[in-house]
């Protein structure tokens, strides 16, 4: 059941109660909701049907159009690729003396769109122009290229890499807090979900024995692997429930500052 399907649910069991108390103010309380709401709800489903009781989904409005011209945007790449080690502020003010006025905000989102966001991308097109002037790419270029490609999950066959992440939903009125736990598997992309009220080890545990490694048994495949970060949720009694499952558990390894890949990057004792 989705968080959607709990919410309506939830809304028919107040109109109900109010029903078989016969005192609206006292299904009200209860439900902990005010009489304006419960009210609200019933010319909903009086109007509609029950199927009005579900919640509308809300879309983000839409961000501002660009600020930039095209001349503007030439100007910041062409600053952007002569310094590169330069961030939006830097750039921001030597265009504020060319007497051109850019916010640094507007070349962050500007540098990031060209794929120029962090400075090793910026190094790194500069070294591989340099490479195919040459006519031969260094092993510098080749390394640096391969991790600015960053690293990717795969997996051959369900069941050999399923990877498992949480995130908070928010607060439930008369419920709390609420995450969810998915899992999605690397090879079918197959996805398995569950709403829990506490984000720690013992559900993420439960989750694994009762919903991830049942659905991938009842299709004919083993779990082998799970890929999770380092959180507390997947640690104690989630790393119990892999051994007792003979899976085995990895984490994401976090990603270098832009400083320390710059450096690396530049290093002078590099080969050449």
Partial sequence: ???????????????????????????????????????????????????????????PRRGRPPQLDVVKERRILALALACPTWGPQRISDQLLLEGVAISPSTIWRALHRLGLGTRIDRLLVLEMHSARSAG?????????????????????????????????????????????????????????????????????????????????????????????????????AFDDVCRELDVRHTRTQAAPCVDQRVRRATAGNDPP
Avoid at 5 to 20: G, I, M, P, S
Wanted: aromatic fraction near 6%.
């Fill in 1 to 59: 059941m989705t968080l959607e399907d709990k919410v309506h649910a939830f809304r028919l069991h107040v109109l109900q109660r109010a029903k078989e108390l016969g005192n609206v103010s006292a299904a009200c309380r209860e439900a902990g909701i005010s009489r304006t709401l419960y009210y609200r709800w019933k010319k909903q489903a009086a109007l509609y049907g029950h199927d009005a009781l579900h919640p509308q989904r809300r879309t």
């Fill in 136 to 236: 031969l790419p260094t092993e510098r270029t080749r390394r640096n290229l391969a991790r600015r490609k960053g690293r990717h999950v795969q997996a051959d066959k369900p069941g050999e890499l399923v990877c498992i992440d949480t995130f908070f939903i928010g607060k439930l009125k008369g419920v709390g807090k609420l995450w969810q736990i998915t899992a999605c598997d690397a090879a079918s992309s197959y996805a398995m979900a569950r709403i829990v009220a506490a984000n720690n080890a013992t559900e993420a545990a439960a989750f694994l024995r009762e919903v991830v490694e049942p659905e991938l048994t009842k299709a004919g495949r083993k779990l082998r692997r799970v890929l999770t970060d380092g959180g507390s949720e997947f640690k104690g």
